[in-house]
């Protein structure tokens, strides 16, 4: 029962809901192309892909890259952009891979103001 009122008040707190996140190479025609976790120098960028259905209010999610170094999460990037009012919303994010200094573990987060939409960590070798 506890479990089905979070559910219930997580579901009614967000105006809407988060169908997808992935990190991939490459967005075309708002789909993520070649998703996966581990990225190379070569590939030259790191896509955050977000799908979001039923959105019933204008707002602004938040995408965060950071790398982890020295033992902890450090901020490289964060990335405001809208998602609008409608039956469905598809935005991404990306980074530019400018050589070794990149290598490492990486994650990106999508925030709704302080609240944790999902995250997902990869690697770059």
Known sequence: MKKLLIFILITFS?????????????????????????????????????????????????FIWEKYANNKWNLYADIKLPIYKGYRWRTFSYINIRGSYYKGKWRVSLFDKNNTLSIKEFQIQ
Do not use: G, Q, R, W
């Open 14 to 62: 967000f105006s809407y809901k988060l169908k997808e996140f992935v990190t991939c190479k490459n967005v075309k025609n708002h789909i993520p192309i070649n998703i996966t976790s581990k990225f190379k120098v070569k590939d030259k960028k790191v896509y955050a892909f977000a799908y979001f259905k039923n959105i019933e209010s204008n707002k602004t999610i938040d």
